[in-house]
């Protein structure tokens, strides 16, 4: 009988939502929307059913994080990575075409990493087109000249290079045509290891 049949009725739902949370948007749910999926009014509540889980070998958490529940054991093997949303590069390009074959599960189905969909030419000239995906690797920190997932103070995300400067950051767009963003507040929330376009 393996862990997973061990579990109550209630464990195993919760064990699904959190699995369901962090493989469609990258990261896990918090303590009150446990709650709230469940109506589980106390979040001790929540907070019993998360250390049944975590004596049981399935998550792990880190103290006075909110957000970091961790699967550590899955009943199957889940291949691909998280699409967790669209990011802005400019306005409507036409791709560019290539003709190459390659096994993205052996690349890219890192835990750490996210795809995102590309909206936008600001980055053809790194050969990153409207219609791409982009595998980004999860970080908070990039090296000058990096191609990062980069989300402003008024919670706007945009790809773009990320260079350091005085007293700001420049976010430079890979498209000669278009003008560098200069902003102070700002985060890393990845760094792009690889593009994936479709050809149809």
């Known amino acids: 009988m393996s862990v997973f049949d061990q579990l109550t009725k209630r464990q195993a739902q919760i064990y699904d939502f959190i699995r369901d949370k962090i493989k469609n948007r990258g990261y896990g749910p918090t303590v009150r929307e446990i709650g709230d999926q469940f109506d589980i009014a106390s979040p001790n509540g929540v907070m019993c059913h998360l250390k049944a889980l975590e004596k049981k070998g399935l998550i792990s958490r880190e103290p006075n994080m909110s957000r970091a529940i961790q699967l550590l054991a899955e009943p199957e093997e889940v291949k ?11 306005v ?17 189905n890192k835990k750490n990493q996210f795809a995102l969909h590309v909206r936008g030419d600001s980055m053809i000239e790194a050969q990153i087109a409207d219609g791409d995906y982009v595998i980004c690797r999860r970080q908070r920190n990039a090296r000058p000249g990096q191609i990062v997932v980069a ?26 045509s278009m003008k560098p963003i200069y902003v102070k507040d700002v985060k890393v929330l990845g760094v792009v290891v690889g593009v994936v376009r479709r050809m149809d």
Do not use: C
């Open 80 to 90: 691909g990575l998280p699409l967790i949303g669209q990011i802005a590069a400019g």
């Open 151 to 176: 989300e402003t103070g008024d919670g706007e995300a945009t790809l773009k290079y990320w260079y350091p400067e005085a007293n700001r950051v420049r976010l430079q767009p890979a498209n000669s």
């Open 92 to 108: 409507m390009h036409e791709a560019i075409e290539q003709d190459e074959r390659v096994d993205f599960d052996t690349l890219f």
